[in-house]
């Protein structure tokens, strides 16, 4: 099974900041990585798809990059809204997906 | 509009079983392949099962252990998940999921681009 990790399990920001969050494949898995955003109570929101895609209405501000093991997601300016929990997922392996463990993105 | 609602949730016994449902609408349901996911109190997302358009494939994560049984039903637009010899660490809330299938540079990439609000499932004595 393809392992996921991401880091930091947690991070502090401020309103304004640039904040980046890293996800590690144990193995290649090319750009079959999806970010999501998940709020309290609700369920997770697409941000990105295959790495680098801007899910249609999310705002800009959300940059994803990378390939084959190492991948980011970089918020360029927070707004307040952008405080959530942010989960990575590969879909290397066809219909067997596996997410990280998450990343709680609070104010600081 | 494209909705996702899961139903069929509760209280079960250790042991017991309880089958979820998610029905959907706004979309051509039988083109999709769908997938159910799970999340326990206080922690993290986690795959639960994925199930191809027309049935053909199914697959589960290796944890339950032949417990659970994906099926949908694409005359009556819906996603079903049995769930069988429920244990306490099976209490998480239980969403629905579209698996869009998009292709770039040579390959197709899939990703959920759609959720349901979940149902929660508790499995307690």
């Known amino acids: 099974d393809i392992q996921m990790t991401q880091s930091p399990s947690s991070l502090s920001a401020s309103v304004g900041d640039r904040v980046t969050i890293t996800c590690r494949a144990s193995?290649?898995?090319?750009?079959?990585l999806n970010w999501y955003q998940q709020k309290p109570g609700k369920a997770p929101n697409l941000l990105i798809y295959?790495?680098?895609s801007l899910q249609s209405g999310v705002p800009s501000r959300f940059n994803g990059s990378g390939s084959g093991t190492d991948f980011t997601l970089t918020i360029s300016s927070l707004q307040p809204e952008d405080f959530a929990t942010y989960y990575c997922?590969?879909?290397?392996?066809?219909?067997?997906?596996?997410f990280g463990q998450g990343t709680n993105l609070e104010i600081k | 509009e494209v909705q996702l609602v899961e139903s069929g949730g509760g209280l079960v016994k250790p042991g017991g079983s309880l089958r979820l449902s998610c029905a959907a609408s706004?979309?051509?349901?039988?083109?999709?392949?769908m997938n159910w996911v799970r999340q326990a109190p206080g922690k993290g997302l986690e795959w639960v099962s994925s199930?191809?358009?027309?049935?053909?494939?199914?697959f589960y994560a290796d944890s339950l252990k032949g417990r659970f049984t994906i099926s949908r039903d694409n005359a009556k637009n819906s996603l079903y998940l049995q769930m069988n010899s429920l244990r306490a660490e099976d209490t998480a809330v239980y969403y629905c999921?579209?698996?869009?299938?998009?292709?770039?540079?040579?390959?197709?990439?899939?990703?959920?681009?759609?959720w349901g609000q979940g149902t929660l499932v508790t499995v307690s004595s």
């Open positions: 999921a579209r698996d869009e299938r998009r292709y770039s540079s040579g390959r197709y990439y899939e990703s959920l681009d759609y």
């Open positions: 706004g979309f051509t349901f039988s083109s999709y392949n």
């Open positions: 199930i191809t358009s027309s049935s053909t494939y199914i």
């Open positions: 193995q290649s898995i090319t750009r079959s």
């Open positions: 295959a790495a680098s």
């Open positions: 997922q590969q879909t290397y392996s066809t219909l067997m997906y596996t």
